[in-house]
């Protein structure tokens, strides 16, 4: 998932000003993400996270600075060209095609990929059917009736579909049970681990840093963290992120939370770096803040049980 | 008339299939533009009255045969549909949407301007697809047009569909009503999808209006706008979103009428059949406000 | 102009009136070659033309309403005045055949506008086109309502033994009504009704938290607006002398939305030039081009009409408004004043507060301001509020947090009204108002803001405040249309407290800048200042430090001590901010999926770490 420390920088965001009206939200946003990179763009409510991923998307016009993509400028291309040169999306919210069925969402989700070549896409959709074998049962159901856990990996798949080169990926986590979104990060993780390039917009701070190799912290407007994970120390992202006293009470959970999967886990791609950066993760967190995070596992986990109760019933 | 005997009738039953599936495809039209760029179309009828013109001078005075007139008409309204996307609803994206309402009654009144400076008022015929006469079945006489608009209406139908289903671009046209930024954020191009639609509803407008003609008899200048109402309730029954909604509505809409009609032949209160159309309309919003058909089916 | 100004209004009005009156009869006396009835029955067709536009633009302009088929109203109108004044049927004069369109032309809207409360946007303009058309088919070829289809004449009104048979004589009775219409759309805007419908076209909830009944005021837009277009029928009727059922063809209803929307929405002037314009055109391509432009101008005519709305489907006000704003954009560069995400600094204690108003409504000992039990908001199947308790005792700030989607915003909107509860009970001061509206809670002491503004952002920093004191302007309908006996007074009373509060935000520079101008965070403020106007009993915020720089949350943490401390007030606070909340509030509620997972003292829940994880996600286990 990690690139090599000299990986070619995929998508260039220069000193980017946007907004709505008479307000600018973006207020000269610059940050890189190099290729197999998954990059994390975290902040406050009203930071500008949105509008970030709209800009990166097309959909909202760029006022100044400038957006370079696989060596292109792409500051003024419409949304529609940036997809056919291979960047795909998970909107916020989802947005799947609600009156549609699974494998019509799917393959609306393969139409750059069909325009340029019409016979790869039977393959496409047999891999994306393995890797979501819910999908392949309820390839005929209008994707509306779904669960939003289902329509959580119909969007994912359907953004695979186009074999995309980067991946802008929304909020994907909000309004989903915890159960979900477990499966959701295993679900984005593997596909990372296909070398997929990714930007990652999260409010789950916890769920997010466990995905990304890099973060970048947004605060009104403008990047004010950039850098791997790993450098992220418990305090400096309290402050960012204003969670200061939360964070102080006993759980550094999130950068606990970090750390859990990267040290002990199986899953992702076996030889890659991530099991160096955990090395790098533990020695940059002092080993005092290591024994509050073990205390709050198990609340977490209690917590996760009650919540899961409390939607089924 | 009775009831039984208005209900019972074919040749009731025939004029309510032609005159509904008439409304149908204007229904569709605008059911198709609506959702392709949210607006309501005033000028979906006229556009084919202006089709129809190009028709007669075709048929009528050129002598040349009906398909010739028929490829003119559509021409003509589909290019006039383009032109318009494409210079007023295309620069439009940002205006709201009754802004660009009212442009298409500014292209209502061009279009009936442009009909009475060159045409006038007298009233003209072309004449149908199919020369003879009629068939008689069973004691109901059904004229070769009527016969031709029933087959046509039920093949734009399924055409349609098939398109709107089973092509890419098709099911971007469904998709983009629901969520046009989802919808451009898979790479369908909206300008394609905006320009198809208004396309495709001129098209269908020209046809609709070409195949009722004969069976209405004469026509001036404004002649599609009351079919364009019938048409807008036709939608609106049928839901406003789904193009099956749009064909069932249009067929109610063309049983209450006739029906309605005939039934009141004799009575002195004059508009009884249009009074019974807005009351359905009424019925219809007040106990399915989304239409008969809104949502359930929106996929088609 | 000053000696003018001095004068009362109604005698400025009476004396428009009566000059505009006398021009046409002089002019037709003095120089009939200039003015003859040609020329008179164009300046007819704009007057009434533009007496229809007006009433449309209370409907459209105003409250937001569409309506296809305000045409069939004016037919209304004109077929009552025809019944009324024709010698063969009741042949009474002119003078009372007015006022009867107007109640006829009212009431037959208000029918129209029953449905329009539960039909929006396109279905409700079909159903309106669908009641002019059975209107024109139907209703108005009744024989014995409206002559049939041959008609109904409609004889030229008698004043003693003058017969206004001129139609430049004619015109001057249909000037002086377009300036009575003028005068009372003048006062419409003016009082607390024009801004009520203004409310309801920004946003409904935005209007049901000032405390205005949404359905109420629709109903009456209907209404009003259906006056003035029987009045415009009347006005027609005469003008022409025979009407019948084919004059009012829905496309004539097009036309008239062409008018208003060409003219501007909202702008009275705008509408008025739109209908003029429109009368005098063919004859001015005549005039110009000559004889052989007849059927050419209809053309040119409906061409420019696309083009001028394709290029400003703002239509005259709005291009009008473009040119005024680049001017004031461009002093504003000048002067070095540019868009800061700091907003000023609002002096709260300062805000002025209606009298009645002033003091806390007495409470029993341990009664909270608001007291929440039991309560489930579901929409369909998703259970988005699930049992959830909910206290805030006086003069506290409470908190209510949790993650994205835990459903604070809807447990808000249960709480103000917007919402319905599935379940659950709603105390505010000690009453259960669970089935209560949301403009009687907000009558009743509840103000709120919401995530995305609660202002109506058309309007000026000055209008939203006075908006603000729907609830407090005590005065009736009638009195705010003629702009009698308490309707002036109180509006006087209003824009003191607005333009005190404008000084006390710091917003003087501001005070006549539409809201839409202003920063995010100036808004806010705005926003927060419009809350406090009325001083309600509770304050309920939601985030609002979103989009604040951490220098201007830090100062609004300032302005919410001062709400409780030095105005007494009661605060219910959702916000991300957490730093700002531990920071200000005196007790948190925590909601995650819907559940109350923590409540008490703010160190108490800030050291749970089911708060934690709730607040921060789950780090998932792999």
Redesign the interface.
């Known amino acids: 998932m990690t690139p090599p420390a000299g990986a070619e920088v995929l998508l260039e965001v220069d000193n980017v000003t946007a907004g709505f009206?008479?307000?600018?939200?973006l207020h000269g946003l610059s940050f890189s993400v190099r290729r197999g990179e998954v990059a994390g763009i975290f902040g406050?409510?009203?930071a500008g996270k949105s509008v970030s991923m709209k800009v990166l998307?097309g959909?909202v016009a760029v006022r100044t600075g400038t957006l370079r993509y696989d060596g292109v400028d792409i500051t003024t291309m419409?949304?529609?060209e940036r997809?056919?040169r291979g960047m795909?999306?998970v909107?916020q919210g989802r947005?799947?095609?609600?009156?549609?069925t699974v494998e019509?969402n799917l393959?609306?989700?393969a139409?750059?990929l069909?325009?340029k070549d019409k016979s790869r896409y039977p393959g496409v959709l047999d891999g994306v059917f393995d890797r979501f074998p819910v999908l392949a049962e309820r390839r005929k159901q209008?994707a509306g009736t779904m669960s939003g856990g289902q329509q959580a990996s119909l969007a994912v798949a359907?953004a695979l579909m186009?074999e995309p080169t980067l991946m802008l990926v929304d909020e994907p986590?909000?309004?989903l049970?915890?159960q979900v979104?477990?499966e959701l990060?295993h679900t984005l993780r593997a596909v990372a681990a296909t070398g997929v390039t990714m930007v990652l917009v999260e409010?789950?701070?916890?769920?997010?840093l466990?995905l990304v190799d890099t973060a970048n912290i947004l605060?009104?407007g403008q990047i004010v963290h950039s850098g791997p994970v790993a450098d992220l120390d418990q305090a400096s992202l309290a402050s960012y992120l204003?969670?200061?006293?939360?964070?102080g009470?006993?759980?550094s959970?999130?950068l606990?939370?970090?750390q859990?999967?990267a040290s002990?886990?199986g899953?992702g791609p076996p030889k890659r770096v991530r099991a160096k950066k955990a090395v790098a993760t533990k020695n940059a967190v002092p080993a005092k803040k290591a024994v509050p995070a073990k205390?709050?596992?198990p609340?977490?986990?209690?917590?996760?049980a009650k919540?899961a109760q409390?939607?089924d019933g | 008339m009775s009831l039984l005997e208005s209900l019972t009738s074919g040749q009731n039953l025939v004029l309510a299939l032609v005159y509904g599936g008439i409304y149908g495809l204007l229904a569709v039209g605008i059911v198709l533009v609506y959702r392709g760029s949210r607006v309501l179309n005033f000028a979906q009828g006229e556009v084919g009255t202006v089709g129809l013109f190009v028709a007669y001078f075709l048929i009528t005075k050129q002598g040349l045969p009906w398909w010739v007139g028929a490829l003119g008409a559509i021409a003509t309204a589909v290019a006039i549909g383009l032109l318009f996307e494409r210079f007023v609803v295309r620069t439009m994206v940002s205006a709201t949407r009754l802004s660009v309402a009212v442009a298409t009654v500014g292209l209502l009144l061009f279009l009936l301007a442009v009909e009475f400076r060159f045409a006038g008022e007298s009233p003209r015929t072309v004449r149908g697809p199919i020369d003879g006469n009629g068939l008689t079945l069973g004691g109901v006489v059904v004229s070769p047009t009527q016969i031709l608009s029933l087959v046509v209406t039920i093949a734009v139908g399924l055409g349609l569909t098939l398109l709107l289903r089973k092509t890419d671009f098709g099911l971007g046209v469904l998709a983009a009503a629901d969520d046009p930024t989802a919808v451009r954020l898979v790479g369908v191009r909206l300008s394609r999808v905006s320009a198809f639609t208004w396309g495709a509803g001129a098209a269908i407008s020209a046809l609709a209006v070409l195949l009722i003609e004969p069976t209405i008899g004469v026509f001036t200048p404004g002649f599609a706008s009351e079919l364009f109402v019938k048409g807008l309730a036709a939608a609106l029954v049928g839901g406003l979103t789904s193009l099956t909604g749009a064909f069932a509505g249009g067929l109610i809409v063309g049983l209450v009428e006739i029906q309605v009609g005939s039934l009141t032949l004799t009575s002195t209160v004059p508009g009884i059949p249009t009074l019974s159309i807005f009351a359905l309309i009424l019925a219809v919003l007040l106990i399915r406000p989304a239409g008969l058909f809104g949502r359930a089916v929106a996929s088609a | 102009m000053s000696a003018l100004s001095r004068l009362p209004r109604l005698m400025r009005v009476l004396l428009l009136m009566g000059v505009l009156a006398a021009v046409p009869p002089l002019l037709t006396r003095v120089a009939p070659s200039l003015f003859s009835g040609l020329e008179a029955n164009i300046v007819g067709t704009g007057t009434y033309l533009a007496t229809a536009a007006l009433a449309l633009n209370i409907l459209m302009g105003y409250a937001g309403q569409i309506s296809l088929g305000h045409f069939a109203l004016l037919g209304v109108g004109a077929f009552a005045t025809g019944v009324m004044t024709s010698p063969t049927r009741l042949a009474l004069p002119y003078l009372l055949a007015v006022p009867v369109a107007a109640v006829l032309g009212g009431l037959v809207a208000l029918v129209i506008g029953l449905p329009a409360l539960r039909l929006r946007g396109l279905y409700l303009a079909i159903a309106t086109i669908g009641f002019s058309y059975a209107m024109e088919q139907s209703v108005f070829r009744v024989k014995g309502l409206s002559g049939g289809s041959g008609g109904i004449d409609v004889p030229r009104p008698i004043a003693g033994s003058f017969t206004f048979l001129k139609t430049a004589d004619y015109v001057a009775i249909l000037l002086v009504l377009l300036v009575a219409v003028w005068a009372l759309d003048v006062n419409l805007t003016r009082s607390r009704l024009g801004r009520a419908f203004q409310a309801i076209r920004a946003d409904e909830a935005v209007a049901s938290s000032f405390g205005i009944d949404v359905a109420r005021y629709k109903l009456l837009a209907f209404v009003l607006s259906g006056a003035v277009a029987g009045v415009a029928g009347a006005m027609y009727g005469g003008l022409v002398g025979t009407v019948s059922a084919s004059a009012f063809g829905y496309q004539f209803s097009l036309l008239l939305v062409v008018l208003v929307v060409v003219g501007g929405l909202g702008s009275r002037l705008g509408v008025v030039i739109a209908a003029y314009v429109f009368a005098v055109m063919p004859r001015l391509f005549v005039d110009i081009f000559g004889e052989g432009i007849r059927g050419w101008d209809l053309i040119i005519g409906a061409a420019l009409l696309m083009v001028a709305v394709r290029n400003h489907p703002g239509g005259v006000a709005e291009a009008l408004r473009e040119r005024k704003d680049k001017r004031t954009a461009r002093r504003a560069q000048a002067a070095g004043l540019t868009d800061d995400p700091n907003p000023a600094t609002p002096a709260l204690p300062q805000m002025p507060r209606p009298a009645s108003r002033a003091e806390s409504t007495p409470l029993q000992p341990g009664q909270p301001v608001l007291r929440v039990s039991g309560l489930t908001v579901r929409f369909g199947g998703l259970v988005a509020v699930n049992e959830a308790d909910l206290v805030v005792p006086r003069g506290q700030i409470v908190g209510l947090i949790g993650p994205n989607g835990a459903g604070k915003t809807t447990m808000f909107n249960a709480i103000s009204g917007l919402v319905r509860p599935t379940e659950g009970r709603i105390e505010l001061l000690g009453r259960d108002v669970t089935a209560d509206p949301g403009h009687r809670r907000a009558a009743a002491g509840m103000g709120r803001t919401f995530q995305n503004i609660g202002l109506a952002k058309d309007l000026s920093v000055t209008e939203n405040l006075l908006l603000a004191q729907h609830s407090v302007a005590e005065y009736s309908g009638w009195e705010a249309l003629m702009s009698v006996r308490r309707a002036p007074r109180v509006e006087r009373e209003l824009r003191e407290r607005a333009r005190e509060a404008v000084v006390a935000l710091g917003f003087e520079r501001y005070a006549d800048t539409p809201v839409r101008q202003l920063s995010h965070g100036q808004q806010r403020i705005v926003e927060l200042g419009a809350v406090l106007v009325t001083a309600p009993e509770l304050v309920m915020l939601d985030e609002p430090s979103a989009g604040m720089s951490p220098g201007a949350a830090e100062n609004l943490a300032v302005r919410l001590r001062d709400i409780r401390d030095q105005l007494g007030r009661t605060v219910l606070l959702i916000e991300h901010n957490i730093p700002l909340v531990l920071d200000v509030c005196d007790t948190l509620t925590v909601l995650s999926a819907g559940r109350v997972i923590a409540a008490g003292d703010v160190d108490e829940v800030a050291r749970q770490a089911e708060v934690v994880s709730a607040y921060l996600g789950e780090a998932v286990p792999a």
Request: avoid cysteine; charged fraction near 15%; charge should be positive.
């Open positions: 009206g008479v307000t600018t939200v406050l409510n009203g998307a959909i419409a949304a529609e997809v056919a795909a999306h909107p947005q799947v095609f609600a009156a549609l019509q393959r609306l989700g139409y750059p069909r325009r209008i359907r186009a986590s909000a309004g049970s915890p979104v477990q990060f409010q789950n701070v916890a769920f997010g466990q605060q009104v204003g969670v200061g006293r939360l964070l009470g006993g759980a959970a999130a606990a939370g970090r859990a999967p002990s886990n899953v205390k709050a596992v609340a977490n986990k209690a917590v996760t919540k409390s939607r």
